[in-house]
């Protein structure tokens, strides 16, 4: 049993020796029926995807993936803010929708 259940809604990379992804539990959180909110721009992992890990037997991965490896071990500060929807027209936090008309896909909105 988990200590603590929301470890669930972290944003937090997963590691597994040399590849590194990250867990973005912030792009579904309205699946489940959360608010949503501003979402914090993607991390970009893809430089770490050019490794073959042929000849590499020498690479200490752990001090390579330093910057990973401590946002994990503090992954309980990563927790999301989850909010219920109490009703459909409050699906989303207040500034959520101009941030989404600035950033978003403006053609997926209907006319208001």
Aim: aromatic share 16%; net charge negative; proline share 7%.
């Amino acid at each position: 049993m988990l200590v603590n259940p929301n470890i669930w809604h972290v944003k937090v990379p997963l590691i597994a020796y040399a590849m590194v992804d990250m867990h973005e539990s912030d792009r579904v959180i309205w699946q489940f029926r959360f608010r949503k909110t501003i979402l914090s721009p993607p991390q970009d992992t893809e430089a770490l995807y050019k490794f073959d890990l042929h000849g590499r037997i020498d690479k200490d991965w752990l001090k390579f993936h330093d910057e990973y490896i401590n946002i994990w071990e503090c992954r309980y500060d990563f927790i999301l803010i989850r909010e219920p929807i109490i009703s459909w027209e409050l699906a989303t936090a207040p500034k959520y929708m101009p941030w989404f008309r600035h950033h978003g896909k403006p053609y997926l909105q209907s006319e208001e």
